[in-house]
Nanobody, 125 residues
């Protein structure tokens, strides 16, 4: 059974940092494209970042470029999202998802085969 489990969310002040983790069981993350998505209350789901898709280079939404970094530790079967210089508008539930590497990344989330249950990030003073 495939499971993706996010962790690392919490409450942080504006300008602070958090590192989210996406740990997998039942699949090898290295064999998949892994995306991070977020959804804030009343807003549509947004693709934040992706690593390993057929696009080649990591994807970052314009809203997080220069602040967020995606990486993976194959030995730990875990993908990370380092989030720096956090802003209140980054507040959302963050999800990781896995897709076949053979398709380009869709920031809307289409094509992702497996999803985690999410971790809440709240940026507030």
């Amino acid at each position: 059974q495939v499971q993706l489990v996010e962790s690392g969310g919490g409450l942080v002040q504006p300008g602070g940092s958090l590192r989210l983790s996406c740990a997998a069981s039942g699949l090898t993350l290295e064999d998949y494209a892994i995306g991070w998505f977020r959804q804030a209350p009343g807003k549509e789901r947004e693709g934040v970042s992706c690593i390993g898709s057929s696009d080649g280079s990591p994807y970052y939404a314009d809203s997080v470029k220069g602040r967020f970094t995606i990486s993976r530790d194959n030995a730990k079967n875990t993908v990370y999202l380092q989030m720096n210089s956090l802003k209140p508008e980054d507040t959302a539930v963050y999800y990781c998802a896995a897709a076949m590497k053979t398709i380009p990344f869709d920031p809307r989330g289409y094509g992702m085969n497996y999803w985690g249950k999410g971790t809440l990030v709240t940026v507030s003073s």
